[in-house]
T-cell receptor, first 115, second 112 residues
């Protein structure tokens, strides 16, 4: 069974640009969550999508947005990039039907560098 | 609010030494608890989990027991290997959502 895949793996952008990251969940999983990992703030929850609807949201500015397609693939978008957005962005998938007891399976991440 | 506290790293051990990484949590309700491991340049891999009090999660020689009375989920391994060198994250899952709340991570370095 294929794992969670994320594209691209590495990305370099400049301040003010926007970026779109993609995540394909494990087959059969309908929940996709996004996390930001930085040395200073650690791992922080961005948002979760289930059946094309945002179900939970973390404490990030509106420049961070996402969406989910009917095949459960998800994208996240960051507009007007800032230097502080440099991070490893991880997505995780799960069935999404058992509340907090389910295991989330993580992809390898997209490393974004903002210059 | 919900939170996870892990011991500061790095933890430096010789091969075959005993490992303990402490993790305590604060949560309302009954969260599930997880240990994830991150190898250099990779994402997170689930190491083990426990979904209710007194459950013991185990995998690849690692163990952790969900202790509600002490709100702890300490990770242990009887004999570490060089290949165990990685960053270990303790996490809890909000009982009402799929949101994971992570500790700061503990880097383990094992030397031959």
């Amino acid at each position: 069974k294929a794992g969670v895949t994320q594209t691209p793996r590495y990305l370099i952008k400049t301040r003010g640009q926007q970026v779109t990251l993609s995540c394909s969940p494990i087959s059969g999983h309908r929940s996709v969550s996004w996390y930001q990992q930085t040395p200073g703030q650690g791992l922080q929850f961005l948002f979760e999508y289930f059946s094309e609807t945002q179900r939970n949201k973390g404490n990030f500015p509106g420049r961070f947005s996402g969406r989910q397609f009917s095949n459960s693939r998800s994208e996240m978008n960051v507009s007007t990039l800032e230097l502080g957005d440099s991070a490893l962005y991880l997505c995780a998938s799960s069935f999404g039907t058992s509340g907090g007891q389910e295991t989330q399976y993580f992809g390898p991440g997209t490393r974004l560098l903002v210059l | 609010g919900n939170s996870v506290t892990q011991m500061e790293g790095p933890v430096t051990l010789s091969e075959e030494a005993f490992l303990t990484i402490n993790c305590t949590y604060t949560a309302t309700g009954y969260p599930s608890l997880f240990w994830y491991v991150q190898y250099p340049g990779e994402g997170l891999q689930l190491l083990l989990k426990a979904t209710k009090a007194d459950d013991k999660g185990s995998n690849k020689g690692f163990e952790a027991t969900y202790r509600k009375e002490t709100t702890s989920f300490h990770l242990e391994k009887g004999s570490v290997q060089v290949s165990d060198s990685a960053v270990y994250f303790c996490a809890l899952s909000d009982p009402n959502t799929d949101k994971l709340i992570f500790g700061t991570g503990t880097r383990l370095q094992v030397f031959p």
